[in-house]
């Protein structure tokens, strides 16, 4: 039989490897066809890699860092999705806050948010007014940042900031 060698970079390696830990690499490695699959996909393939630059897959970092963003975002319960948009107007909100977008009771919200805590979701923060704040932890606030505003250097604008229509003159 022959054999072919190919030079791979070291990550295209490593998900080598993880694909021929996962079932279908199993399974094709059991009936012995796993060499001519793959070359015989990469040949059918050809055309598309070139115009691409390559595989359907190899994602740029950007690409990689958005995906799993998006992943996260979605893997948020319910209150945390509730939640996630009050950090585009405040840099921090009160357990009060967060109680009533929640509809629940403070004792009940402070719970969550201790176990929000737990979780790296949300980080304490200064007190407002006496009453305790918390912010978006560090991952999460670059992840809302990325989701909410393209540009990072956007200034954030408050929905009570907004410019008022000019009224009659009075002269």
Known sequence: ??????????EVYVRWREFLGSQQGAR??????LGDWAIQGFMNKVNDY?????PPG?????????RLEAEARRKLTKPQKRVLPMFDENENVTLAEISRVLGILPAD???????????????????????PTFILSRG???????ANRPSLHAPRRLHFAAKSKPGPSRT
């Open 1 to 10: 039989m022959p054999i072919i060698e190919i030079n791979l970079s070291d």
């Open 140 to 146: 999460w606030q670059e992840r809302n940042l990325a």
């Open 28 to 33: 094709l490695l059991e009936s012995g066809l």
């Open 50 to 54: 070139l115009k691409q630059g390559g």
């Open 58 to 66: 190899a994602e740029d970092e950007q690409s990689r860092r958005q």
């Open 109 to 131: 919200g402070a719970v969550l948010v201790e176990q929000w805590v737990a979780e790296e979701f949300l980080s304490p923060a200064p007190e407002r007014g006496g009453s």
